[in-house]
């Protein structure tokens, strides 16, 4: 039997300065289709901000939740960085210097990544392993920070990303417990988003699809298939009806997203989807667990209720999250 899993607590951080996405420079680069898209995808305005780095944002965040629960860098166990897509320096490595910033020395420091804004499944992944394995070990810190990997913060036809960072900790115990982990992959997209970079200055750097089709039908249809089976499967792996989840959280990519999400599972989406969506854009492995903390903050999940995190994207990779928030103090979920 494994450890249980929990998240101890959690913090973001953002820029304070706003883009009105109707206001994208690259807009004028697009065809009038494609400018219809961006405009229609649900998004008002993204947090940006040119001279705060990825980096930045992750370490404070990091930072914050750190002093929410009253502990220094000496005393995190494990730190595990969600790589950035595009890395500031090649070669250098991200996850030791933010262990450097935030005086990690004793932590057991690594990264993971690659599956785009999944990538914070295979993150919990981890840490569940290293609390079962190392039982002195008492927390985990996942950290990320998000900005797009590009001058144009457009992907079309998907979603439009903003920056943001966020931090995790992780425990066997805590008010939101983790049920549940799910995730699967196919690895015949792996190449469908791309960005040539060599030879090419960064300021021209340009993010495209290869095969538009592929990405709004095939996977779109592979996407409906694969979540509505896992969901099937986790509720029946727990015991579970419909009836047991009091909120479905999804990402932040589009309302016509949200919606295909809705209809394929026929369950409700959580406001604080759409909201954040409005708000801040696409924010990458940020998305899920900031609107689940948004659905906590305004009530709309009770002490004791399950949340269920849908999570995907185009590389194509897909991952549920069951959660259930508070519970008695003897209450002990095994994953």
């Known amino acids: 039997m494994t450890a249980p899993l929990a998240i101890r607590g959690t913090e973001w951080c953002f820029p304070e300065s706003a883009?009105?996405?109707?206001?994208?420079?690259?807009?004028?680069?697009?065809?009038?289709?494609?400018?219809?898209?961006?405009?229609?995808?649900?998004?008002?305005?993204?947090?940006?901000?040119?001279?705060?780095?990825?980096?930045?944002?992750?370490?404070?965040?990091?930072?914050?939740?750190?002093?929410?629960?009253?502990?220094?860098?000496?005393?995190?166990?494990?730190?595990?960085?969600?790589?950035?897509?595009?890395?500031?320096?090649?070669?250098?490595s991200v996850a030791t210097r933010l262990q450097a910033a935030l005086r990690a020395d004793r932590a057991l420091v690594l990264s993971v990544g690659g599956l785009g804004c999944v990538s914070i499944t295979p993150a919990l992944?981890?840490?569940?392993?290293?609390?079962?394995?190392?039982?002195?070990?008492?927390?985990?810190?996942?950290?990320?920070?998000?900005?797009?990997?590009?001058?144009?913060?457009?992907?079309?036809?998907?979603?439009?990303?903003?920056?943001?960072?966020?931090?995790?900790?992780?425990?066997?115990?805590?008010?939101?417990?983790?049920?549940?982990?799910?995730?699967?992959?196919?690895?015949?997209?792996?190449?469908?988003?791309?960005?040539?970079?060599?030879?090419?200055?960064?300021?021209?750097?340009?993010?495209?699809?290869?095969?538009?089709?592929?990405?709004?039908?095939?996977?779109?249809?592979?996407?409906?298939?694969?979540l509505l089976a896992m969901y099937r499967r986790i509720l029946d792996r727990n015991g579970l009806g419909p009836g047991d989840i009091a909120c479905y959280v999804g990402p932040n990519l589009s309302v016509g997203g949200s919606r295909f999400v809705a209809e394929t599972l026929g369950v409700p989406i959580a406001a604080a989807c759409g909201e954040n969506l409005r708000r801040y854009g696409h924010l990458g492995p940020v998305d899920v667990l900031l609107n689940l903390y948004a659905e906590i903050d305004h009530?709309?999940?009770?002490?004791?209720?399950?949340?269920?995190?849908?999570?995907m994207s185009p590389v194509a990779a897909w991952s549920l999250l069951l959660v259930q928030v508070g519970g008695g103090p003897g209450d002990v979920f095994y994953l």
């Open 19 to 92: 883009l009105r996405v109707a206001e994208l420079a690259e807009l004028a680069e697009l065809p009038a289709a494609a400018r219809d898209v961006c405009l229609g995808l649900g998004i008002d305005e993204v947090r940006a901000d040119s001279g705060v780095t990825a980096f930045d944002l992750a370490v404070r965040a990091a930072t914050r939740v750190l002093a929410a629960a009253g502990l220094d860098g000496r005393q995190v166990g494990a730190l595990i960085v969600v790589e950035a897509r595009v890395p500031e320096e090649f070669l250098a």
């Open 125 to 226: 992944l981890a840490a569940r392993g290293l609390l079962a394995a190392d039982r002195e070990l008492d927390n985990v810190l996942v950290v990320h920070g998000s900005k797009p990997a590009t001058p144009r913060r457009y992907r079309h036809p998907v979603t439009v990303s903003g920056d943001g960072g966020q931090a995790v900790l992780l425990a066997r115990d805590g008010p939101v417990r983790v049920l549940d982990i799910m995730q699967e992959t196919d690895g015949a997209y792996w190449d469908l988003f791309g960005l040539a970079y060599r030879d090419t200055p960064a300021a021209q750097w340009r993010e495209e699809c290869r095969d538009l089709p592929a990405y709004s039908f095939r996977l779109a249809v592979e996407t409906g298939r694969r």
């Open 299 to 311: 009530g709309r999940v009770a002490d004791g209720q399950r949340a269920l995190l849908l999570n």
